[in-house]
C-alpha cells in the first residue's frame, strides 16, 4: 500500500500512449484487451449505429435508450449504456421521487442555519459561529438481505464517506433496523450478521453507535430495512464542495483500488448479457475494509486542513461513474480521464467494469497541479494509494459545459455531456392510487379489541408486552457497537436520543433521534409520516435539546405499484408539511424503493432522523429515574394527553396480532410547546430524568424508566373518566407525551412552566428506594421479575453470550 | 510530566487517552509509529483501537512499528508503559507481559461498564488505588481474552502480577478472570478495559479510571524525587 509513482500531472494530449505506465499490473490488462481485441469505443459505436444493445436488461426502457442516442447523436458504447444505467437508475436518479421531494424544497421553512442541503453528499448546518455539523439517514437494505454482514458494514461505510466528502470528521453512527418476525429463521440468519456488520465496521472506524431502532414485523421478512446513519462535525470555513472546478486541475482516485466487488449493485448491471463473456464471479454486494475508511478518513481530513482539496466527491452506489459525472455537472466543466490509470485489484477489469464498481473507500479529489505533490505526501504517510487518474478540461467556447471523455488504453470509450448523466435523467410522475384496502383496514379498529381488565390481567399484560420483541430491552444487540470511543458520548442507546459533546471547551453538543413506525403509516402515510417527524423531534426535545434539522430515509415498495407510490406521496406530504409546521427543515436523505416481494411490499416506512443543538450537554436530561434523594422519592408527572388510541398499537399487535383503525393523533403545535417547555425545564434543573411515550405507552416508560438504575415508582393512575381506564392509561399510543421526574421543591416551578406553555401536567406518583414498580390498587411487579422478562428475550431468540463462566 | 500516546494506523482512542492524560494534570505527547523518537516523555500509553486493521493478529505488526523498538527498549529500563485493549494485545505480541489476548469466547464484540477488582497497588500505573478496591469503567473489545498456560497463570498470581480482575460477571472469558496484568519491575502495565474513559462525569460510567493516569505521575514524581514508589521499587 503506497502512493502509486506514476502519478506525475497528466499531460494534456487525450491520446497519451498508455506505454508510459510503468505499472507492470497493468500489461495483464493490455494483454486481456488485446485478447479480447474489441472493446466497444466511441468509434466503433458510429461505425456499427445498428449493433444491439442489451438495455432492457441493464433496466433502462426502450424510450430511455433512444434518448440516450438522441443526446449522444449515435449510440451509446457499452461503457456509456453502463453509465447511464447507473445514473438513470432509480437509486440513483431518484426519477420516482423527484416530483415528490420537490415539496422540500418548496415547504422549507425559512432558515439560516443551513449551509447545505438537498442535492449535496449530505446536508450541513451552523450550530455556533465556527463549528457546523452534518448528517445523513441512508439506506443498505437490499445488499443487507443478500450478505448480512458486508451489507450492513459497507452502509456505515458508505454514510460515513458522504459524511467525510463535506469536511466534517465523522463523530458518530447511529443505525434504524427493521427485520421479519422475530422467531423466523431467516431473521436468525440476517439480525446477528447485520449487527455484526455495524459493529464490525464502525468499531473499527472508531465511531461511537449512539442510537437507533430495532422493529420487527413479518412485512419485513425478505425485506429487512438496514439504514444507517451518521453526523460528522467540522469548522464552517472547511466545508468541501463537490465541483470539478478549475481547467487543468487533477482528478485523483484516493483509497482503495479498484475490484468488482458492487457491480450492479444500484442497477442490474450484474446480468450476465452484459460481461463479455469473461467473468461470472460478480457479486454485486460491495465488501467494505473499514481499516481503509480510517486511514481515508484521516487522511482527507488531513488535507482539508492543509488546504489542498478543491473538490471532492465519495465513491459509493455508481462508483467512479457517479463521482466522475457529478463533479464535472456540479462544475459545468469538461473532464477528460484516463481509465488505465485506475489502480485496480483484478488487473483483467474492462472499462465498464472499472467505471461501475462499487468498490468501497474510494473518494475523488480535485486537487490543483500545484498542491498534487503535498496531497500525494499525505497519502503516503497514511498508506492510501493516491493516483492522478485524469485532469478538468474547460467548457466548450460558446461557454456551454464540458464533455467527459474517457479512454482506455488509448481506446476513447466515453464521450458523454456529463450533465446529461448527472441531471437530465428521466423523470416520472407515476401513477398513484390509494390502497384498494385502505378503507377496510382503517375501519377495523384496535379501540374495539377485548381488553385485560383486571389488577392480573393488567399486571400480565405488563410482563408480556415489555417481553414482547418490539419492546424488550436490546443490550444484545447495543453491546456490540462501541459507544465510547472519542470521549464524548453523553447519552447513547437506549436513551430517547443519542447526546454528543461537540466542543469541550464550552460544552455545545448536539442530540439526534432516529424514529420511524411503519404500522402508523400503512394505516395512514401521512399521519403516519408526520407521527415519525413527532417521535424523533420530541426525543430530541425531551433531552433538553433544541431540534433544528431532519435528514429521512424513505423505505417503500415498488414505485411502479400505484398504490406503493400513493403511500410514498402521502408521506412526504406528511413530512414536508410537518417539518413546515415545526419549522426545521429537511436537509438530506434518501429513497429506497423496491423493497417488495411478488407483490407484498413493506409497510411504508420513513424513517425520521432530527438533529438537535444543546448549548451546554451538561443539562441534558437522561430517561432513568436516579435514585431518590431522600426516602420520599422524586415527583413523576406525566405530559400531554391521554386518549384511548390503540389503533396500530404495540399492544393491538403483541396480544392480537392485529394492525387496523387509524394511528394516534398527532399535533405539532403541541409538539413544539413541549419541545420548549422541556429545554426550559432542563436548563434551569427543574427534571432529573424524562422519557418520550411512545410504542407501548406509558407501561413500558415507567418499566424503562425504573430498570435504567433500579430505582421503583409509585404510581397512581389518575381518575378514571368513562374512556379512560387503567388499561388505556397503561397502554394507549397517544402523542405528544412523556414522563418526567422533579425533584421536590421543583416541582412547583415545574407545574407553573408547563402552565405557561400550555401543557398539560397530571402528578402520577413517586420515584422510591423499593425496588417495586407499584401501581397502586392495581399491582405490584418487583424489579427483578421485570428485568427478567425485559431482558431475556433477545437471548432466547439469537443465543446467549451471557457471562462466560470463569475458568 | 510528559506522557506520549502512540497512534498507529487504526488507533481509535489515542485522543481519549491523551485527553485522559490531561485530565490527570499531565502534558499529552503525541507520538507517530513511524517515527523511533519518543520525544524524552516520562511515560507512554498506548491506546485502544484496531493498529494496522488487526491484519495477521491484533497487534502483531504494530509491534515491529519504529516507535516500538525505541518503546521496548525503554520499558525494560523501566519507562511506565500502559497498554490499553490494544495497547495490551501490542504489549503481549512485544513480549513485554506474558500471555495473549484472543477472541472473546462467545465470539461477540462486547461494550459494557464493567466492574473490576484491582489486584496490584504497586505498579507505576495503579499505585492510587487500594488493594481489593472494586472499581467500574468501560471495557469493549473483541478480542480481549486472556489466555496463559497453567505455569504462567500460576506465577502471575504467585507474584502478585495481577493487576485487576473482572467482578460481577466476566465479559469475555478470560482465565481466572484477568482483566490486567503487569511485568516482573511493575512498569509495564496491560488492561483490557479502558480506564480513559472513565474520567469525565458527563461522558463516562465513573472516575475510576483516573487513578491509572494520576498513579503515572506520582510513580514519576516518586522517581523524580528520588523517592522511589510503585514499580521502580521492585
Redesign the interface.
Known amino acids: 500500500m503506497t502512493t502509486q509513482p506514476d502519478t506525475a500531472p497528466v499531460s494534456k494530449t487525450p491520446e497519451q500512449p498508455a506505454a508510459k505506465l510503468s505499472a507492470s499490473a497493468f500489461a495483464a490488462t493490455d494483454v486481456l484487451a488485446s485478447e479480447f481485441g474489441s472493446v466497444d469505443t466511441v468509434e466503433r459505436a458510429l461505425e456499427t449505429p445498428d449493433d444491439l444493445q442489451p438495455h432492457a436488461e441493464l433496466g433502462l426502457k426502450d424510450d430511455e435508450y433512444e434518448r440516450i442516442k438522441q443526446i449522444l447523436g449515435r449510440r451509446p458504447t457499452a461503457s456509456e449504456l453502463a453509465m447511464y444505467s447507473i445514473m438513470w437508475s432509480e437509486h440513483c436518479s431518484y426519477k420516482s421521487s423527484k416530483v415528490h421531494l420537490r415539496q422540500f424544497g418548496e415547504k422549507a421553512p425559512k432558515n439560516t442555519r443551513m449551509l447545505a442541503g438537498i442535492g449535496e453528499n449530505a446536508g450541513v448546518v451552523q450550530i455556533s459561529d465556527e463549528l457546523a455539523v452534518t448528517f445523513k439517514v441512508e439506506s443498505h437494505n437490499h445488499p443487507s438481505y443478500v450478505e448480512p454482514y458486508q451489507g450492513a458494514a459497507t452502509g456505515v461505510g458508505g454514510i460515513v464517506r458522504d459524511i467525510l466528502a463535506m469536511g466534517a470528521r465523522p463523530i458518530a453512527v447511529m443505525d434504524p433496523l427493521r427485520f421479519g418476525a422475530a422467531d423466523h429463521p431467516d431473521t436468525a440468519r440476517v439480525l446477528p450478521g447485520v449487527v455484526a456488520g455495524i459493529g464490525g465496521y464502525g468499531n473499527c472506524l472508531g465511531l461511537p453507535n449512539i442510537g437507533g431502532e430495532i422493529v420487527f414485523d413479518p412485512c419485513y421478512q425478505g425485506n429487512p430495512l438496514v439504514n444507517a446513519l451518521s453526523i460528522g462535525v467540522l469548522p464552517v470555513e472547511r466545508l468541501q464542495h463537490k465541483e470539478a472546478a478549475g481547467e487543468g486541475n487533477i482528478v485523483v482516485l484516493l483509497g482503495a483500488r479498484t475490484g468488482r466487488d458492487g457491480i450492479g449493485g444500484v442497477s442490474v448491471l450484474a446480468s450476465a448479457t452484459f460481461d463479455e463473456g469473461a467473468e461470472q464471479r460478480r457479486p454485486s454486494v460491495q465488501v467494505g475494509d473499514p481499516f481503509m475508511e480510517k486511514l481515508l478518513i484521516e487522511s482527507c481530513l488531513e488535507m482539508y486542513d492543509a488546504g489542498l482539496v478543491a473538490g471532492i466527491q465519495d465513491l459509493g452506489g455508481a462508483g467512479l461513474t457517479c463521482a466522475l459525472t457529478e463533479t464535472a455537472a456540479a462544475a459545468g466543466t469538461g473532464m477528460r480521464v484516463w481509465l488505465e490509470r485506475v489502480p485496480l485489484r483484478e488487473a483483467s477489469m474492462s472499462p465498464t467494469e472499472i467505471l461501475a464498481s462499487e468498490s468501497q473507500e474510494r473518494m475523488l479529489l480535485i486537487v490543483t497541479p500545484e498542491k498534487l505533490d503535498q496531497v500525494l505526501a499525505v497519502a503516503e504517510k497514511w498508506g492510501v494509494w493516491a493516483t492522478a487518474i485524469g485532469e478538468v478540461t474547460a467548457s466548450d467556447a460558446a461557454g456551454h459545459p464540458g464533455r467527459l471523455l474517457i479512454s482506455w488504453n488509448d481506446h476513447v470509450v466515453v464521450d458523454v455531456p456529463p450533465g446529461s448523466l448527472a441531471d437530465d435523467g428521466p423523470v416520472y410522475a407515476r401513477p398513484i392510487r390509494e390502497p384498494a384496502d385502505l378503507i377496510l383496514l382503517q375501519a377495523d379498529r384496535a379501540e374495539t379489541l377485548p381488553r385485560p381488565t383486571t389488577p392480573e390481567e393488567l399486571r400480565e399484560t405488563v410482563l408480556r408486552m415489555i417481553a414482547s420483541p418490539n419492546l424488550c430491552d436490546k443490550s444484545w444487540v447495543t453491546e456490540q457497537y462501541d459507544r465510547y470511543v472519542l470521549g464524548n458520548t453523553v447519552l447513547a442507546q437506549p436513551e430517547d436520543s443519542g447526546v454528543l459533546r461537540i466542543d469541550e471547551k464550552t460544552g455545545l453538543g448536539v442530540a439526534l433521534s432516529v424514529d420511524g413506525n411503519g404500522r402508523y403509516a400503512r394505516l395512514d402515510p401521512y399521519e403516519g409520516a408526520k407521527l415519525a417527524l413527532a417521535e424523533s423531534y420530541r426525543n430530541v426535545a425531551i433531552s433538553g435539546a433544541e431540534p433544528i434539522a431532519v435528514s429521512d430515509c424513505l423505505n417503500f415498495g415498488s414505485p411502479e405499484d400505484p398504490a406503493v407510490m400513493w403511500q410514498f406521496a402521502e408521506a412526504v406530504r406528511g413530512i414536508a408539511d410537518g417539518c413546515q409546521q415545526l419549522n426545521i427543515p429537511v436537509t438530506g436523505g434518501n429513497v429506497s424503493f423496491y423493497n417488495q416481494t411478488g407483490a407484498a411490499a413493506i409497510h411504508p416506512t420513513p424513517v425520521i432522523g432530527v438533529l438537535g443543538v444543546l448549548e451546554n450537554v451538561a443539562t441534558r436530561v437522561p430517561m432513568g429515574f436516579p435514585p431518590p434523594p431522600t426516602a420520599e422519592g422524586d415527583l413523576l408527572f406525566l405530559l400531554g394527553n391521554t386518549d384511548c388510541e390503540l389503533s396500530g398499537s404495540e399492544w393491538a399487535w403483541v396480544t392480537h396480532n392485529h394492525l387496523g383503525g387509524k394511528p394516534p393523533k398527532v399535533d405539532l403545535a403541541h409538539e413544539e410547546r413541549l419541545g420548549r417547555l422541556m429545554r426550559q425545564a432542563a436548563e434551569r434543573e427543574h427534571v432529573v430524568a424524562a422519557h418520550d411515550l411512545s410504542d407501548g405507552g406509558l407501561s413500558q416508560v415507567l418499566v424503562e424508566s425504573c430498570l435504567r438504575r433500579n430505582v421503583g415508582a409509585r404510581v397512581t393512575l389518575p381518575e378514571h373518566e368513562a374512556a379512560t381506564t387503567p388499561f388505556v392509561w397503561l397502554f394507549s399510543e397517544s402523542a405528544g407525551r412523556a414522563v418526567v421526574a422533579v425533584p421536590r421543591g421543583h416541582d412547583k416551578a415545574f407545574t407553573a412552566l408547563a402552565a405557561e406553555h400550555g401543557v398539560p401536567c397530571t402528578p402520577i406518583g413517586v420515584t422510591t428506594e423499593e425496588p417495586v414498580l407499584e401501581i397502586h390498587n392495581q399491582f405490584s411487579l418487583g424489579l427483578d421479575e421485570l428485568r427478567e422478562a425485559f431482558s431475556s428475550t433477545m437471548r432466547n431468540l439469537f443465543g446467549s453470550p451471557a457471562e462466560v463462566a470463569a475458568k | 510530566m510528559r506522557i506520549g500516546v502512540v497512534t498507529f494506523?487504526?488507533s481509535?482512542?489515542d485522543?481519549?487517552a491523551a485527553?485522559a492524560v490531561r485530565i490527570a494534570g499531565g502534558e499529552a505527547v503525541r507520538l507517530w509509529h513511524g517515527d523511533a523518537d519518543i520525544h524524552g516523555v516520562d511515560a507512554v500509553v498506548l491506546p485502544?483501537?484496531?493498529s494496522?486493521?488487526?491484519?495477521l493478529r491484533c497487534g502483531a505488526i504494530a509491534r515491529f512499528a519504529p516507535v516500538m523498538e525505541t518503546i521496548i527498549d525503554a520499558a525494560r529500563g523501566g519507562l511506565p508503559v500502559l497498554g490499553i485493549c490494544n495497547g495490551f494485545q501490542i504489549l503481549c505480541e512485544a513480549h513485554l507481559l506474558p500471555g495473549a489476548l484472543t477472541r472473546?469466547?462467545?465470539?461477540?464484540?462486547?461494550?459494557?461498564d464493567q466492574h473490576l477488582r484491582i489486584g496490584a497497588t504497586n505498579t507505576a500505573w495503579t499505585n492510587t488505588f487500594t488493594e481489593g478496591e472494586e472499581i467500574l469503567i468501560?471495557v469493549?473489545n473483541?478480542e480481549g481474552c486472556f489466555v496463559a498456560d497453567t505455569h504462567t497463570l500460576d506465577e502471575l498470581e504467585a507474584e502478585g502480577r495481577v493487576v485487576a480482575r473482572?467482578t460481577r460477571?466476566?465479559?469475555?472469558?478470560?482465565?481466572?478472570?484477568i482483566a490486567a496484568i503487569t511485568n516482573a519491575a511493575g512498569n509495564v502495565v496491560g488492561i483490557m478495559p479502558?480506564p480513559?474513559?472513565a474520567v469525565?462525569a458527563?461522558?463516562?460510567p465513573s472516575l475510576d479510571g483516573l487513578g491509572f493516569f494520576t498513579s503515572a505521575l506520582r510513580h514519576l514524581a516518586g522517581v523524580a524525587g528520588g523517592q522511589l514508589t510503585g514499580g521502580a521499587t521492585r
Open positions: 494506523p487504526g481509535l482512542d485522543g481519549d485527553r485502544g483501537g484496531f494496522y486493521g488487526d491484519a472473546n469466547q462467545h465470539l461477540h464484540f462486547r461494550n459494557r468501560p469493549k473483541g473482572y460477571g466476566n465479559p469475555n472469558g478470560s482465565q481466572r478472570d479502558h480513559e474513559h469525565e458527563l461522558t463516562g
